[in-house]
């Protein structure tokens, strides 16, 4: 089959397969490096969200990571097995579960302050902030949409 440069179903034209690639290999380049930190990347990001601000509900920490519970709860669970976070019931709504860090969850920010840079291999700083604004807004338009077609699916 010859492709046709206006075809919609070409590889290439699709945004979502950059984006599927970006993040494998993303995956694929911070396990060696997180590994000794006994981290998997999912896990990375929840400590970069509770290295921030704690205690975080489990809703929240979901809806930050765009995570849901059915993924997030196995994860907490992991690492509260590690002794890095607490899972507890929130004492003013017993709904809520709060996590938050131990310490030495605290301490092994210490270890992973140079997760980041690692990753960086010498590029540009002002491309990779570019980058990141881009695909920021590119995330909150998808989620937007997605809140969209829910709540039309509701109706």
Same mark, same amino acid.
């Given at each position: 089959?010859?492709?046709?440069? @206006? ?6 034209? /699709? ?6 690639? +970006? ?9 060696? #490096? ?8 999912? /896990?990375?990001?929840?400590? !970069? #969200?509770?290295? &921030? %601000? ?30 890095? #976070? ?7 709504? &017993?709904?809520? #579960?709060?996590?938050?860090?131990? +310490? %030495?969850?605290?301490?092994?920010? &210490? ?5 980041? %840079? ?11 902030? +570019?980058?990141?604004?881009? !695909?920021? @807004? ?5 989620? /937007? ?6 709540? &039309?699916? +509701?109706?």
């Amino acid at each position: 089959m010859n492709a046709d440069d @206006d075809d919609p179903l070409l590889l290439d034209r /699709q945004i979502c397969f950059p984006l599927y690639a +970006a993040s494998n290999l993303i995956n694929r380049l911070y396990g060696p #490096v997180l590994s000794p930190l006994g981290l998997t990347y999912p /896990q990375y990001l929840v400590m !970069l #969200v509770l290295w &921030e %601000e704690q205690p975080q509900s489990v809703g929240a920490l979901g809806a930050r990571l765009y995570l849901d519970s059915g993924t997030l709860t196995p994860l907490l669970k992991r690492l509260e097995t590690a002794g890095l #976070v607490t899972r507890r019931r929130d004492p003013s709504d &017993e709904r809520r #579960v709060l996590i938050r860090l131990t +310490a %030495e969850g605290m301490a092994l920010r &210490e270890r992973a302050i140079r997760v980041p %840079e690692t990753l960086m291999n010498g590029k540009d700083p002002a491309g990779i902030d +570019a980058l990141r604004a881009g !695909l920021r @807004d590119l995330v909150d338009g998808l989620a /937007q949409h997605g809140a969209t077609r829910a709540a &039309e699916n +509701a109706k």
